[in-house]
């Protein structure tokens, strides 16, 4: 896979592609990235890649000609596999992990980081490009959101991360979130893993993760358990075995699901 990333701050997010997962997978070959600055597009001798909004208003725009000039650069470069476009900002479609994975199968991609107020329509309108938000929050600029994806995308392909058992079940590959986790020591400050994770019972162990995951999913995110029956069934039996109340019973939704006080 290559990725391109194009940004007005490439001393931002390189070092960041150089470490850990991500950058043992390009070590490895599984992925190329590439960031280009486009202000080495821009034809004036200010090397401006924004101005002021048409019909007022605070702060500026990026312009579409050097941006479109860059991604035609980017795109001509190495194979002629199809290069899947993303145009970073806050009013795309929800970064997930079934977003992420449908993109770690993708031979290309090019992430574009806005900056200032956000793009020139015609940048939208030019590219056709998927639009994806990494949370309902703004940032300055979009590098920490390529950051974001880049890896989401990265650990995804198969080989970046050792041990391919570790990917199946972490939160969000069934729709579910990970059951909790212990290591040394025993005992920490007089608190100990449950008795069955140390009794080594393989079979017993596997049974208290997958109930944990689906009690802790119910808690957390009921939100991703009510869109999966099967599941809620398997909780429902879960609870009716610990003798707890059936997922039915009026839980309320966690208060930071609430989207109307934005
Ligand atoms: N004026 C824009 C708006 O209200 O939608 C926000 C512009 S933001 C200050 C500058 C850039 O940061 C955006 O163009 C985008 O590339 C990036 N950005 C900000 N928040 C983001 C988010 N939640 N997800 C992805 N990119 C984001």
Request: charged residues 25%; proline residues 8%.
């Amino acid at each position: 896979m290559r990725i391109d990333v194009l940004t007005l701050f490439p001393e931002a997010i390189e070092p960041f592609f150089a470490c850990s997962i991500v950058g043992r997978a390009q070590e490895a070959g599984l992925v190329r990235i590439v960031c280009t600055n486009f202000r080495d597009f821009t034809t004036d001798k200010h090397r401006s890649v924004d101005d002021k909004p048409f019909g007022g208003g605070a702060g500026m725009v990026l312009m579409p000609a050097p941006l479109l000039a860059a991604v035609e650069y980017a795109e001509a470069q190495d194979s002629q596999d199809p290069v899947t476009r993303v145009l970073l900002t806050p009013q795309g479609q929800p970064l997930t992990q079934k977003l992420a994975r449908e993109l770690a199968q993708k031979p290309r991609l090019l992430l574009i980081c806005g900056h200032y107020e956000g793009f020139d329509e015609r940048i939208r309108i030019g590219l056709q490009p998927l639009e994806i938000s990494i949370g309902d929050y703004v940032l300055s600029g979009g590098e920490p959101a390529a950051m974001v994806m880049v890896d989401a995308v990265v650990r995804l392909i198969p080989g970046a991360v050792g041990g391919e058992q570790t990917l199946d079940e972490e939160s969000f590959t069934e729709g579910l979130l990970e059951y909790p986790q212990y290591t040394r020591p025993r005992n920490f400050r007089g608190m100990e893993p449950p008795e069955v994770l140390v009794g080594g019972h393989h079979k017993k162990v596997a049974e208290w993760r997958r109930s944990e995951a689906l009690k802790r999913t119910w808690q957390r995110r009921p939100d991703l358990l009510r869109a999966r029956p099967a599941l809620l069934e398997e909780l429902r039996q879960v609870l009716a075995k610990e003798g707890l109340p059936a997922p039915d019973a009026p839980t309320g939704e966690p208060a930071w699901m609430d989207t109307t006080d934005y």
